[in-house]
């Protein structure tokens, strides 16, 4: 397991490393084939009316894209393509069917993948074939992303070769997972692609199907204030540690860890994840007093700016901060700002906009939170607060402990496509937390108690247990 | 990298040579190298202007950030340009934002400037911006979505068709910071959501509304039944077997409320229709713990129709809400947190947008969603039942 021996493959700061030039598969003239002139005389060979009216306005026109990806192809020829030339063309001429007819000409399914794998690869085939036979079979790879999405020009220019090589030059960045994604591979292709993904550019497959999908952080430690956990660190370390449950699909149904430096949740853990881990803080909040008072006097703009644009009038910390804390737990007395922080709720709106003078604590952790999907399909669930708090430190081994503890349980009882926060549902959250879990329950994982008092005890709960004789009950109480 | 038909593979011997499992390449080498002396050193930040970001370090250093726009679906000639601008401009490093924008990291505030004027100025030849710069603070940042028509076998909608029109309405909320706060706009296609738009400020959803067609000819050779019946869940298919000895199913179609579950597990029973299809809003979700907890989004718009090229409907609806909201929420208000405190019955009769009754909640759980208080506002809503009712007048 792991990438042993590559984990510097493409570091430009070590010597040696790989360079674009020491896999590039296109020469500068091939990369540099029509000119702007004839980009604007290209026509593609359907007629896109509908599609060409998305060229016109501000926002990057995807359409404009693909054309120039078409030129691109056509002059590139088919000897040095392996798949179909024309297959940017005949997407748009699909898509163009499709807004005729408004509805997808994608066929459903296709079970297909490379040896050894049951997931990463997603097959794809036109019902329109022979209207449309450059992309009659028109597959997707997900592709592992690095973590928080950073790359360097080697090695993206390497990815572009072989997705226009051996597929059809068009991707997603990135997929909803997150992985970086080549759409569009015929299925022969699809081998070569993996052998040159690994060999070459030193990079594994991602997700699909029934197994752990792609994990994906927010950027972090790389260039965020507020990480309070590694999120790339973690990520990577249970992306390698886990890459079985990655590639050979053994789950019930999909599952997913996405891991947020702080409850600002940019990576949408909460909303998305089985298991969400947020960063979080258990000490005080880090108070700069000189640089509130500098933020009330106007010195500094709030929320780093974010308001810049409109004239929302001066900086009110009673209004904008003290009043709107959650917690209620803060204080302004004209001087110096009070945080009663055994109160705090840890929301950041005083952090986020007060970025100059507040900080989080030293002594952080994490929250894990369980069960977060969309609506199919028992409904949409976010995820709920398992473990409010804990430490935890690299290889994390207390974390892949609980993991190992909720996909014993799921494996063996989840029901087909049923995701872990619809079995938590159904089984109880309380027989999630003390049988599986093993640990306490505590009023954090619920907004409130019950209302309802239809409580199921255990026998064993009650003295002398549930068998009882109803002669010894007739003699206290006569028929 | 190989050459040729099969290049390294050879289809004789697959195991030869074989590496597998070994993951994503280390993010580490792909920091740029300020980047990576400040990792965890972070200090605080400041939008400069829209688009540009700085990021202060406790070691003195500061980074400059350029956030630009994107379509999502690119080619690798797109790709190309965006590694020929870091490589000019960055030393050849950029990244994606989870919102699909993509970032370009300096270590000079001169630089990015620079660098902003120079990403403005490239242009498509029929007009659109290739890297609009924003996204940053209060503004409108890129839709998230998913593939739509282009690419995915059970849309109810297109994505990238849809996101364009929508983005070319709100290309102004991209490029300032106006609104009281962020507002995060994403698209799926259909109730599957890869797009997971179930916690979004404003969510398009593509959605079917016309029960599954049973292929009688092919459901028994290409699915299980019991999984087909099992993938309901309302409960609403059942195994039959025709007078012909055909196995197949038939499905209650007043139970349907056609979440195509079943179209996922089996191809025998599409559901996709030209008048059928067509798109639902929701608003007022959030993922962010800051002041309220997350919430998810709301159905405000039960149906508009699919009308390519440019879903007049949907786009003028959502400009709509967002110019509603942003006149009227309060500073560091998300869209959820002002329809709340001033009610939802004020969101839509303020958004002039018709409450129907598919917007009564019928599944499970319904029943949290219902008023239980006589706190509410007098709208127009209300004088339509009491008229209704014969109590209008005294």
Redesign the interface.
């Known amino acids: 397991?792991?990438?042993e021996g590559?984990?510097?493959?493409?570091?430009?700061?070590?010597e040696g490393?790989r360079t674009y030039e020491d896999?590039?598969?296109f020469t500068d003239e091939q990369?540099h084939n029509y000119t702007?002139e004839e980009?604007?005389e290209f026509k593609i060979k359907h007629d896109i009316p509908?599609?060409?009216?998305?060229?016109?306005?501000?926002?990057?026109?995807?359409v404009?894209?693909?054309k120039?990806?078409a030129l691109?192809r056509r002059k590139l020829g088919q000897e040095n393509l392996?798949g179909p030339v024309e297959c940017?063309e005949d997407?748009l001429g699909q898509?163009e069917l499709?807004?005729i007819?408004?509805?997808?000409?994608?066929?459903?399914?296709g079970i297909i993948g490379v040896?050894?794998?049951g997931g990463g690869v997603i097959g794809?085939y036109s019902d329109q074939q022979e209207k449309f036979p450059a992309i009659w079979a028109?597959h997707?790879l997900r592709i592992?992303?690095?973590?928080?999405?950073?790359?360097?020009?080697?090695?993206?220019?390497?990815l572009?070769?072989?997705?226009?090589?051996?597929g059809s030059?068009?991707?997603?960045?990135?997929g909803?997972t997150?992985d970086t994604v080549f759409?569009?591979a015929v299925t022969?292709q699809l081998?070569?692609i993996?052998?040159?993904l690994?060999?070459?550019?030193?990079?594994?497959l991602g997700g699909s199907g029934s197994n752990l999908r792609t994990p994906?952080c927010?950027?972090g430690?790389?260039?965020?204030?507020w990480?309070m956990i590694?999120t790339?660190d973690m990520c990577?370390e249970m992306?390698?540690y886990y890459?079985?449950e990655l590639?050979r699909p053994a789950f019930p149904y999909k599952f997913k860890f996405k891991f947020d430096g702080c409850?600002?949740?940019?990576?949408?853990s909460?909303?998305?994840a089985d298991m969400s881990y947020i960063g979080t803080w258990k000490d005080e909040i880090r108070i700069d007093q000189e640089a509130v008072r500098a933020y009330v006097a106007g010195e500094i703009?709030p929320?780093?700016?974010?308001?810049?644009?409109?004239d929302?009038g001066p900086f009110d910390i009673q209004k904008?901060v003290i009043d709107?804390c959650?917690a209620q737990c803060m204080e302004w007395d004209g001087k110096e700002l009070k945080i009663d922080n055994k109160e705090c709720v840890?929301?950041?709106?005083c952090i986020?906009?007060m970025?100059?003078a507040l900080?989080p604590g030293v002594d952080t952790g994490l929250s894990i939170l369980f069960g977060a999907k969309?609506?199919?399909?028992?409904?949409?669930q976010?995820s709920l607060v398992g473990i409010p708090f804990m430490y935890t430190e690299k290889p994390y081994d207390n974390i892949k402990a609980i993991v190992e503890k909720v996909w014993d349980w799921w494996m063996e009882e989840g029901?087909?496509?049923e995701r872990l926060g619809e079995l938590i549902q159904r089984w109880g959250l309380w027989r999630f937390v003390t049988e599986i879990l093993e640990i306490p329950p505590a009023p954090q994982m619920v907004k409130e108690p019950r209302s309802n008092p239809y409580i199921y005890w255990k026998e064993e709960e009650v003295p002398g247990g549930w068998k009882r004789d109803i002669k010894e009950f007739r003699k206290r109480h006569p028929r | 990298m190989s050459k040729g038909k099969y290049g390294y593979y050879d289809p004789e011997k697959p195991l030869e040579n074989r590496i597998t499992d070994i993951g994503p390449p280390h993010y580490w080498q792909f920091f740029p190298p300020i980047i990576r002396r400040n990792y965890g050193k972070w200090l605080y930040h400041e939008i400069l202007e829209p688009g540009i970001l700085m990021h202060v370090s406790e070691t003195g250093e500061k980074v400059y950030t350029v956030r630009v726009g994107g379509a999502r679906l690119m080619t690798a000639e797109h790709i190309r340009e965006i590694c020929d601008i870091a490589d000019k401009y960055c030393d050849g490093y950029v990244r994606w934002t989870t919102r699909n924008c993509v970032e370009f990291i300096t270590d000079s505030e001169e630089k990015a400037r620079e660098l902003k004027k120079d990403l403005e100025s490239r242009k498509f030849p029929a007009g659109s911006y290739k890297f609009p710069v924003g996204g940053t603070g209060c503004s409108i940042t890129n839709i998230v979505h998913t593939q739509g028509w282009i690419h995915c076998h059970t849309p109810a909608t297109d994505a990238s068709g849809v996101v364009k029109s929508v983005m070319d309405e709100l290309f102004d909320y991209f490029k300032s910071m106006t609104l009281p706060a962020k507002l995060r706009v994403s698209l799926a296609c259909c109730l599957n959501m890869c797009g997971a738009v179930h916690c979004s400020d404003i969510a398009i959803l593509g959605y079917h509304r016309k029960p599954p067609m049973i292929d009688d000819e092919v459901i028994s050779k290409v699915c299980e039944i019991p999984l087909v019946v099992a993938a309901c869940p309302l409960g609403a298919i059942r195994p039959v077997t025709l007078e012909d000895g055909t196995k197949t199913v038939r499905v209650n179609e007043q139970r349907c409320m056609f979440c195509g579950n079943c179209y996922t597990m089996c191809m025998a029973t599409p559901l996709a229709d030209k008048e059928g299809d067509g798109i639902v809003i929701l608003a007022g979700g959030k993922i962010s713990n800051r002041k309220s907890g997350p919430k998810f989004s709301k159905v405000v718009v039960d149906y508009l129709p699919n009308n390519p090229p440019r879903w007049p409907e949907v786009t003028k609806t959502i400009r709509k809400i967002v110019e509603v909201y942003a006149k009227h929420a309060r500073k560091y208000e998300r869209l959820g947190e002002w329809a709340e405190r001033i009610g939802w019955e004020r969101f839509f009769e303020l958004c002039e947008i018709p409450f129907t009754w598919h917007l009564l909640d019928d599944y499970r759980l319904a029943y949290d969603t219902y008023r239980t208080t006589t706190q509410f506002k007098y709208t127009d809503h209300v004088w339509k039942i009491a008229e209704a009712v014969g109590g209008l007048k005294k």
Request: contains cysteine.
């Open positions: 397991m792991a990438a590559q984990e510097k493959m493409w570091d430009k700061e070590v490393h896999i590039r598969i990369l702007e980009l604007k509908m599609l060409e009216e998305l060229e016109k306005g501000p926002w990057p026109s995807f404009s894209d693909l120039r990806e691109h392996q940017c997407l898509l499709s807004y007819d408004k509805e997808t000409h994608w066929k459903h399914g040896f050894g794998y794809r028109f997707t592992n992303q690095p973590a928080s999405k950073f790359y360097n020009t080697d090695y993206l220019r390497g572009m070769d072989i997705c226009e090589y051996r030059g068009v991707t997603n960045m990135h909803s997150g759409l569009g022969e081998e070569p993996f052998f040159d690994t060999h070459d550019l030193g990079v594994d994906s927010c950027i430690k790389a260039r965020c204030e990480a590694d790339q990577y992306t390698m890459q079985d590639h409850p600002n949740c940019c990576v949408a909460i909303a998305r703009p929320n780093g700016g974010a308001f810049r644009d409109r929302w904008e709107l959650p840890r929301c950041m709106h986020a906009v970025p100059r900080r969309a609506p199919i399909l028992e409904g949409a976010m029901k087909n496509r």
